[in-house]
């Protein structure tokens, strides 16, 4: 009988369309059936969150239909669809962040007794919740806003692992979360297969289609261009259904020669977020963070772009004309800089994790977004030179491969992949010597990656220095010269290219601040 009801369909979809200036999804046509997992690939704006948000309420499709349990299925809502067992875990959060924890876990159900709100029973609920997905450490009662980003993005997916649900639409779910909590969140797609839940799993990270999913269905342009099993299929195979052209690994690629020191900091620290750091960034090379969600990787980028404020230590900047070690610096800055655009006019640059609320003016225009960083140069006398603008701006967008209708169209109205080709933009528009990434690729295909990887190249090439945060060990594997380890706030480890492996990154993330393995943690590891 469970066999029977596993390959039931449970969701169809039939010549689904959706037009805006012009059409952005044409005639597509799945079935989706219990207890599977379909991965859904494709380029950046390939119309992948388009088609998810049409299954979850979210868009209404200009043609075609949807069947769910052989009945006619148009919802005009996201609450709809949930209504019916339809949720997504979006790309995007969708946390309110004033509420806490336990609050935006079960803000529809919240237990109450006379109108008054039973707190102790619903601290205890969010808590069985968060138990799911590894999240015991958090404390029902602290508010998102306090959170990182990778734990607000558990705490997403724990608000939609619900027990009514039919079918699970989760959207670049793991861009933000560390391997063990990866580890937690396939556990738990394990367990909602076998009751039966059908699961759409949008990514762009192919190596973790291969070891969930039954089926691939790859979208180019709106289209849906192939849907096979995906037992056999090579990444390279997808890629190329995908973009269209080959995309070449950097892995074996050698170490760029180190040049001078750029900037060097020293015990740099804001209480015990970041602690007593010594690190220094040399010019035409690649430095990489890993380190687990809350190990003070992004802490530490934001005390280096002065976007928090150090509470001792100093950077030290230098002219880069010989080794840094011997050189004086041309500036020092006791307990890190005032603000962060004390930095950008020391030369500073940083692209965001959280491109939304901190990297882009999400309802001006690419012109406005790409040309930000550095008005100087698009001015005159202090007027706007709007021809020398546009020129930047279309010369960016062609560097990237941003897809856009023109340099007009809002960043708002972009795909995720896009919207961060677009801050990446910014810095590119602005000659930095030192440039910061925060999970520069999150939410960015295998082809927008690669003009990426391509452009960070030729920095390193022009004699820049750059900072690579990401949760992606191959992606740092792959770019990195050098790569540090955070973990509970220190760097407690630096390996040079040629002698890191996977596994000795991960044991140094996961070792305590002393720099002892954590022996628990070892056990969360994917095999």
């Known amino acids: 009988m469970a066999d029977n009801n596993r390959s039931a369909p449970v969701l169809s979809l039939s010549a689904l369309g959706k037009d805006y200036a012009a059409p952005v999804l044409d005639d597509v046509s799945i079935v989706l059936n ?45 609450r709809e669809a949930e209504r019916q067992g339809v949720r997504m875990v979006m790309q995007e959060l969708g946390l309110v962040s004033t509420l806490s924890v336990a609050e935006n876990l079960l803000l529809d159900r919240l237990p109450h007794r006379a109108g008054w709100l039973r707190r102790s029973a619903l601290h205890a609920l969010a808590a069985r919740q968060l138990a799911k997905i590894g999240m015991q450490g958090i404390d029902p009662a602290t508010p998102v806003a306090r959170l990182g980003i990778g734990q607000q993005q558990m705490v997403e997916i724990a608000r939609n692992l619900q027990d009514d649900t039919r079918v699970l639409v989760l959207d670049e779910p ?41 089926r691939v269905a790859v979208l180019r342009d709106g289209r849906l261009v192939d849907l096979r099993p995906m037992a056999g299929v090579r990444e390279s195979e997808l890629v ?25 900091a ?54 880069g004309t010989s080794d840094g070690a011997d050189a004086a610096p041309t500036r020092r800055i006791q307990r890190g800089w005032r603000s962060p655009m004390q930095a950008i006019r020391a030369g500073i640059g940083l692209v965001t994790e959280d491109r939304k609320s901190q990297g882009l003016l999400l309802p001006q225009p690419i012109r406005v977004n790409t040309t930000l960083s550095d008005l100087g140069a698009v001015s005159r006398a202090g007027w ?17 491969r941003i897809r856009s209708r023109s340099i007009e169209q809002a960043a708002a109205t972009l795909s995720g992949g ?110």
């Open 34 to 78: 219990a207890g599977e997992v379909l991965a859904l690939t494709g380029e950046n704006g390939a119309g992948k969150s388009t088609l998810s948000k049409i299954v979850c309420g979210l868009v209404q499709p200009t043609r075609g239909q949807m069947l769910l349990d052989g009945q006619p299925f148009a919802p005009g809502s996201r």
């Open 240 to 264: 190329q259904r995908m973009v269209g052209r080959a995309v070449h690994e950097h892995e074996n690629r050698p170490r760029r020669r180190a040049g001078p020191v750029l900037l060097r």
């Open 266 to 319: 020293t015990g740099l620290g804001r209480a015990q977020a970041v602690r007593d750091v010594d690190l220094a960034l040399h010019a035409g090379e690649v430095m990489g963070l890993a380190g687990l969600v809350g190990s003070g990787r992004t802490e530490l980028v934001r005390l280096l772009f002065g976007a928090d404020r150090a509470d001792r230590g100093e950077i030290a900047l230098y002219a």
């Open 384 to 400: 706007l030179q709007r021809a020398k603008e546009k020129a930047i701006a279309r010369r960016l967008v062609e560097v990237l």
């Open 174 to 214: 793991t861009a933000m979360l560390t391997p063990r909590e990866t580890s937690h969140l396939f556990e738990q797609i394990e367990l909602l297969k076998a009751r039966g839940v059908a699961i759409v799993y949008v990514s762009h990270r192919l190596e973790e289609l291969q070891r969930i999913a039954d």
């Open 418 to 527: 896009n919207q961060q080709k677009v801050v990446f933009a910014r810095w590119l528009h602005r000659e930095c010597n030192v440039l910061l990434l925060d999970e520069p690729t999150r939410g960015v295909d295998v082809g927008a990656r690669a003009d990426l990887y391509a452009e960070l190249d030729r920095m390193t090439d022009a004699g820049r220095a750059l900072l690579m945060v990401s949760s992606d060990l191959r992606e740092l594997m792959a770019m990195c010269d050098r790569i540090g380890v955070m973990s509970g706030g220190r760097l407690v480890a630096v390996f040079e290219r040629g002698e890191w492996s996977e596994q000795s990154l991960l044991a140094a993330a996961f070792s305590d601040a002393a720099g002892a393995p954590a022996a628990p943690a070892s056990s969360s590891l994917p095999a």
